[in-house]
């Protein structure tokens, strides 16, 4: 009588298989300068599904190459020079790290935005190493800007008046040091303009003032350029939850955090000895954008 074999499998539980890790090409960088509306765009795209939020990085600050630079920056040697190809793969590999580090939990599905407007500095250093990433350029009224810079520094019980900041405190109340600060201001802006000009990847320009009175059609459109659509919760509700009419009445106004959401606001709230910093010609990259009036 024939021996009957039977082929045994081990049995082995089944398993769903690992998520795909995240890649930097699901970045979204917030760029531009301070006072711009960046928290307020910042926490509204933090507000959906699978997107998360990094506040000030400070990537720009690492990769920034001073102006005028020293000698030594531009030595072959140093880590940020030669030929670009040398060291961009770093500053991509040191991004790619530092998120999957500092947010273990993000998968290939998933958005970051990394709000880093105060180091605009060095977007195109950003830009370069990461050309697949999302740019988004944040601007506003320059005049606006400094408004608000000013006032958020005018006296001790102001949100700002930081006495760890004391020196440049002191300066932003001198009015002899404004047109310093308008420049700079300025400055940043016109480099965040510049680097979204030749960002090769997704992009969009989004203007507070069109932010502030149109919010969810600029909202709209800046996911359409992004080539990203958040799946939950809706465009409408997001906005109407950060909608600055909903902020308490007692945290708003002179003083404080969120202070009056007014574009054009300058023109009233500018002190008269301020203002002669902002009688200049706009700069070229932002005169389309804020013609002298």
């Not at 906005?239 to 002179?254: L, N, Q």
Request: proline letters at 12%; glycine letters at 6%; one cysteine or more.
């Amino acid at each position: 009588m024939p021996v009957r074999t039977e082929l045994r499998r081990p049995w082995r539980k089944w398993a769903p298989p690992a998520p795909r890790p995240f890649t930097v090409d699901r970045t979204v960088w917030i760029f531009g300068c301070g006072r711009s509306g960046s928290t307020w765009l910042a926490e509204m795209l933090n507000s959906f599904d699978g997107w998360s939020m990094w506040p000030e990085p400070g990537f720009g600050h690492i990769f920034q190459r001073p102006e005028p630079a020293a000698p030594y920056v531009d030595s072959p040697c140093h880590v940020m020079g030669g030929e670009p190809e040398l060291h961009q793969p770093a500053v991509r590999a040191f991004v790619d790290t530092a998120i999957k580090t500092r947010f273990p939990h993000l998968t290939a599905s998933d958005v970051m935005v990394l709000k880093d407007q105060n180091a605009s500095g060095g977007c195109g250093e950003i830009s370069a190493a990461l050309p697949d990433s999302r740019f988004v350029a944040l601007i506003r009224d320059p005049r606006d800007v400094l408004a608000s810079i000013v006032d958020a520094l005018s006296k001790p019980t102001s949100w700002a008046a930081d006495p760890a900041l004391s020196v440049w405190i002191d300066q932003v109340r001198d009015p002899a040091y404004t047109s310093t600060l308008y420049a700079s201001i300025c400055t940043l802006l016109e480099i965040t303009l510049a680097t979204y000009e030749t960002h090769p990847g997704p992009k969009s320009l989004i203007r507070y003032e069109d932010l502030r009175t149109n919010t969810a059609p600029t909202m709209r459109r800046l996911f359409t350029e992004l080539d990203l659509l958040p799946t939950a919760p809706s465009v409408d509700e997001v906005t109407d939850r950060h909608a600055f009419e909903r902020i308490p009445v007692e945290e708003t106004g002179s003083g404080k955090f969120y202070r009056s959401a007014s574009p054009g606001g300058w023109r009233e709230t500018l002190p008269a000895d301020f203002a002669p910093a902002v009688d200049v010609p706009m700069p070229p990259l932002l005169s389309p954008h804020y013609p002298n009036d």
